[in-house]
C-alpha cells in the first residue's frame, strides 16, 4: 500500500493537557519534522476565528487496517478532552498525505489524476462535506482545481513537480501528494472517508484502473456533464472509486 498520513484540525481541547494525556509532543505549527509517531500542532487558521484550535498529525502508515484501527482510539480521546468541530466552520479540515510513489514518476499518471479530479471536482467536494452541505468559505481555504493549473503543470513537467499553494484542493510537493477537500469530524464513519477515498483513488491511478480516453469524456464532455454537482456523475465517481 502507498505509505500516507494525515492532518486533522479541531478546537476546543487544551493543547498542553491533551499532549500530556495522549504522552504525544506539541510543537509550534510546521516545526516537527519527525513523523514516526503522533504529535499535536497549534493550528492558527482556527485561533483567528477567536477559537482555540489544534492540529493532530498522524504517523507515517504503511497498513490501512492499523490506521482505521488507531483513528478510532484517538478520536475518542480528542472527544474526552473536549475536543470539537465548530457547526459550519471555516477552517477545520482532515487532509490526506499520500507518498507519490503510486504515480510513479511518469506524465500520464499525473495527467490521469489530474482531468479525473477535475472533472469531479463538484461531487467530490460535495462527498467531503458528508453530503451536509459544504463548509463556508470553503472554496476560500480549499479553493477547486482550474484547467490552466493543469495544463501549466503539465506543460512544466518534469521540471517542475511541485503544484499548487495551500489554497488548492489538492497539493504536489517533492514527496507527497495532499488531498484537502474533507471537512473535519471527530465521527469515526467520517473521519474515515478521506482515508477510503485516497486509499480508492491510489489504487485506482497507480494500478491503472483508468484509461485516458474515458477520463477524456469526464473532462471534456461539459455538454453531457456540465460543471456543478450532478448526480449523475456523483454515481460515477463513486462506482468507478467504490466508494
Known sequence: MTP???ELEFCGANLPRLSKGMQIPLYPKRKCKNYDTFHLETEEKIT????????????????KALALQELKEVLKVLKIHQAYIPEKSRNT????????SFLKEEKVYYEALLKFL????SEIFEYAAYQEGIRPNVYDNCSPLKEADIIGFLNDFPKNIEFASKRKCIRFT?????LRYFSSSLDFERARLPLEFAFSLADYIGNEKWNMKEINTWYRNTYIYPRGYNPERAEILKNTLHL
Open 93 to 100: 479540515a482532515i487532509h490526506v498525505h499520500l507518498e507519490k
Open 48 to 63: 483567528t476565528e477567536n477559537l482555540n484550535g489544534g492540529e493532530l498529525i498522524s504517523p507515517i502508515y504503511k497498513e
Open 118 to 121: 477535475y472533472a469531479f471536482q
Open 174 to 178: 517533492k514527496e507527497t501528494f495532499e
Open 4 to 6: 500516507f498520513g494525515y
